[in-house]
């Protein structure tokens, strides 16, 4: 298995809503990544798993709220989000170890805040 | 700030030309070069990596790299209309954060 699975692949929520983005993946890889991009602009990278503990946020707001119940599995929480917040969001996962060797993407949820 | 420059495009290139794509990067700590192809509406693919100086062929693509330039390039061979797509450069220190360019966009005309 190759793959990042991620579902919904389209989601539309109000900002008093909340619902959650999930992830996952069977190849092995210890660390995991959610990022977000916006129309024409490169993935931002908002966190980053390894063996299962958050090791990287980039100081993303707290309506977005990461949690990764084992290995293979990755969520995103919403609440209350903003029209802003609307974008393609990205799980990636790749393995761990001195030599980055480059992630393997899901195809996304694309998220509408009305 | 880190940065990884691209030029935007888009670069048009005939059928079976070669297209080249090329990156610049700002943190000499750089260690692990990447190309990643998205089309449109769709998640990036990695479709090459590097980390030592000089070339990397993988079938119709070749990645370049130059570390006292701080420069990587992208060639593809007899390009094909599905080659069309924005291709992203992206370089990691050997951590986990991975800083992407802002893409170029190779437009290969039938």
């Known amino acids: 298995d190759t793959e990042v699975t991620q579902t919904p692949k389209h989601l539309v929520m109000g900002m008093t809503n909340k619902k959650s983005l999930k992830c996952e993946q069977h190849?092995?890889?210890?660390?995991m990544y959610w990022y977000k991009q916006k129309a024409k602009k490169p993935p931002e990278l908002m966190f980053v798993?390894?063996?299962?503990?958050?090791?990287i946020n980039e100081s993303v707001p707290s309506r977005f709220s990461p949690e990764c119940p084992n290995s293979s599995l990755l969520n995103l929480h919403l609440h209350a989000l903003q029209p802003e917040d609307s974008a393609l969001y990205l799980c990636?996962?790749?393995?761990?170890?001195?030599?980055?060797?480059?992630?393997?993407f899901g195809s996304g949820t694309r998220l509408t805040v009305v | 700030q880190k940065e990884v420059e691209q030029n935007s495009g888009p670069l048009s290139v005939p059928e079976g030309a070669i297209a080249s794509l090329n990156c610049t990067y700002s943190?000499?700590?750089?260690?692990?070069f990447f190309w990643y192809r998205q089309y449109s509406g769709k998640s990036p693919e990695l479709i090459m990596f590097?980390?030592?100086?000089g070339d990397k062929e993988d079938g119709r693509f070749t990645a370049q790299l130059n570390k006292a330039s701080q420069y990587v390039s992208l060639l593809i061979r007899d390009s094909q209309p599905s080659d069309s797509a924005t291709y992203l450069c992206?370089?990691?220190?050997?951590?986990?954060?991975?800083?992407f360019g802002a893409g170029t966009r190779l437009f290969v005309k039938a």
């Open positions: 992206a370089t990691t220190t050997g951590g986990f954060k991975t800083i």
């Open positions: 590097i980390y030592s100086n």
């Open positions: 798993y390894s063996y299962e503990k958050l090791s």
């Open positions: 190849m092995g890889h210890r660390a």
């Open positions: 990636a996962s790749s393995q761990t170890g001195t030599l980055n060797y480059g992630y393997t």
């Open positions: 943190d000499r700590g750089s260690q692990s």
